[in-house]
């Protein structure tokens, strides 16, 4: 979905698509996995459980899910799989809503369900909402990186170049070098 005002190349929306379900693994053994991943791939922060593995534009953990190679792969948001983990999957057009107001949160006490119109007045009243900003380094016509993307490339640890490449519609070459540190030197790996 194009945005109005904001250069295309600019957005970093992954291409593979997130799936949006309450079945996110078919056996125990998938689901004794995804839970493993999790914990492996988040930091306790004062209440907050945070995801440091890939994440959205907007902060968002992102996971991949199946367990039949890369043709079964799917991007799942972590909150919804947190959530479904739990025993409290979300329907169609619910989202994850956070009560810490920290997107990159996974603490399931911390979530709640909402409809996107919910998350939106709460997004507005907590103060956060924010049109998407065009970063300096992204604004380049051909480019599908953002900064905050390239730092997530960087710190991301277990997802392999071609998988990332998928994610970020680019080529895995390109993914290879940003983790090398060529290019986008103007991005620091910011210790956010
Ligand atoms: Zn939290």
């Known amino acids: 979905m194009l945005l109005p005002g904001i250069c295309v190349g600019s957005l970093a929306e992954p291409v593979m698509p997130i799936v949006k379900t309450r079945t996110y693994w078919k056996t125990d053994a998938e689901r004794a996995r995804i839970a493993e991943r999790i914990g492996q791939l988040t930091v306790r922060a004062g209440e907050c459980l945070i995801w440091t593995g890939a994440k959205d534009r907007r902060g968002t953990g992102l996971m991949q899910i ?46 709640f369900a909402g409809t996107y119109t919910d998350n939106m007045r709460d997004c507005i009243a907590k103060g956060r909402f924010q049109p998407l900003p065009v970063l300096h380094g992204s604004s380049h016509h051909r480019s599908k990186l953002t900064e905050e993307s390239v730092r997530a490339i960087r710190q991301e640890r277990i997802l392999s170049a071609s998988t990332l490449a998928t994610t970020y519609g680019v080529s895995a070459g390109r993914i290879r070098a940003i983790r090398r540190g060529k290019g986008w030197v103007h991005v620091s790996d910011g210790a956010v």
């Open 66 to 111: 199946g367990g039949g190679g890369a043709a079964t792969w799917r991007l799942a948001r972590v909150p919804r799989v947190v959530m479904a983990l739990a025993g409290r999957p979300l329907g169609e057009g619910m989202c994850a809503c956070h009560r810490c107001d920290n997107p990159s949160c996974c603490e399931e006490t911390h979530l």
